[in-house]
């Protein structure tokens, strides 16, 4: 399916893409809002200023998409891949629940209020993303890259951490309780505010960085 194709069913009323093939579609300065693309086939799409509100993408693929200035709103990405993706986008209220972000480019994303739970994140570049109250418990972010990031009201219980790098990340209000950490420099690159540590310990007004 096509660009025109999808907008002009859309714009006739139609709703259930459940399944659609839209590999290597693209797409300008569009609005979908409360549309099912459960199992959407998304590889290699091109989303230009995009706006999905209220849109299900359980379980669809957006392998090697590109979504740039593109908003995601109440949307629920549950169990989707979006291996090797690259978002640059504005994320609020979303499911993200076991999604495959591995190889993810995620530079100056912004998330808030986001269920990403298991997540697996693993050598994703998150440089310089905002993460505002987001659970990421149990999520997978071995050799991830998270330098110059911002994470504030973040659960990482039980992440994996290990070999993940940071430079001057941000974290407030983080919680790492559980958390592997052997290999990265957390302790070193980080700007730390309050935070509980793998150990368990509260940590207040905790500052620490090295240049």
Same mark, same amino acid.
């Given at each position: ?45 091109k989303l230009y200023r995009v706006k999905f509100k209220g849109v299900n993408l359980s379980c669809a693929n957006f392998t090697q998409a ?29 499911? @993200?629940? *076991?999604? $495959? +972000?591995?190889? !993810? ?7 808030? =209020? /986001? %269920?990403?739970? #298991? &997540? ?20 997978? @972010?071995? *050799?991830? $890259? +998270?330098?110059? !990031? ?7 219980? =039980? /992440? %994996?951490?290990? #070999? &993940? ?16 950490i052997a290999g990265s420099n957390l302790w070193s690159e980080c700007i730390i505010d309050t935070i509980t540590t793998p150990e368990g ?11």
């Amino acid at each position: 399916m096509n660009a025109e194709e999808l907008l002009r069913r859309y714009s006739g009323g139609e709703r259930n893409f459940t399944g659609a093939d839209l590999r290597g579609i693209e797409l300008r300065d569009c609005h979908l809002e409360a549309a099912n693309f459960t199992n959407a086939d998304f590889t290699q799409a091109k989303l230009y200023r995009v706006k999905f509100k209220g849109v299900n993408l359980s379980c669809a693929n957006f392998t090697q998409a590109r979504l740039r200035y593109a908003e995601l709103e109440e949307v629920n990405l549950n169990h989707a891949n979006l291996t090797e993706v690259s978002f640059d986008a504005y994320l609020k209220n979303i499911n @993200l629940e *076991e999604v $495959n +972000l591995k190889n !993810a480019r995620l530079g100056n994303i912004e998330i808030s =209020n /986001a %269920n990403m739970k #298991r &997540a697996n994140l693993e050598n994703s570049c998150l440089v310089e993303a905002s993460l505002l109250q987001v659970n990421l418990d149990e999520a997978l @972010l071995i *050799e991830a $890259n +998270l330098g110059q !990031a911002m994470f504030q009201d973040v659960s990482l219980k =039980n /992440a %994996n951490l290990e #070999r &993940a790098i940071f430079c001057e990340t941000s974290l407030g209000n983080v919680d790492l309780t559980g958390a592997r950490i052997a290999g990265s420099n957390l302790w070193s690159e980080c700007i730390i505010d309050t935070i509980t540590t793998p150990e368990g310990e509260y940590i207040k007004d905790y500052w620490k960085i090295l240049v």
